[in-house]
C-alpha cells in the first residue's frame, strides 16, 4: 500500500484582483478608473471606534506603562 501525498491548497490572496477602466483620448491622454463604486466614508476616526467597541468590547484598545519594571495599564 502506498502513501498519498498531500497536496497543499493555496493560500487566499492578500487583495482583491484589481480592475481598471482604461479610456484613451485621442490626445494620447488615458484616463485610469476604478468601475467598483466607493463605500460611504466614516464621518469620523470616532466612528471607527464605537463600532468596534460595540463588536469587541474586551479587546485591548490602548495599553501604556511607566517603566519596563511597571506593570502595563490597559485600556479596553
Do not use: C, H, Y
Request: a positive charge.
Amino acid at each position: 500500500m502506498g502513501t498519498m501525498a498531500q497536496v497543499e491548497s493555496p493560500a487566499p490572496p492578500l487583495f482583491a484582483e484589481p480592475r481598471v477602466r482604461m479610456e484613451r483620448r485621442v490626445d494620447g491622454t488615458l484616463l485610469l478608473s476604478n468601475p467598483v463604486p466607493l463605500t460611504r466614508p466614516a464621518r469620523a476616526v470616532g466612528d471607527w471606534l464605537t463600532g468596534w467597541a460595540k463588536r469587541a468590547p474586551g479587546r485591548l484598545f490602548l495599553a501604556e506603562r511607566a517603566s519596563p519594571s511597571i506593570d502595563w495599564t490597559r485600556l479596553t
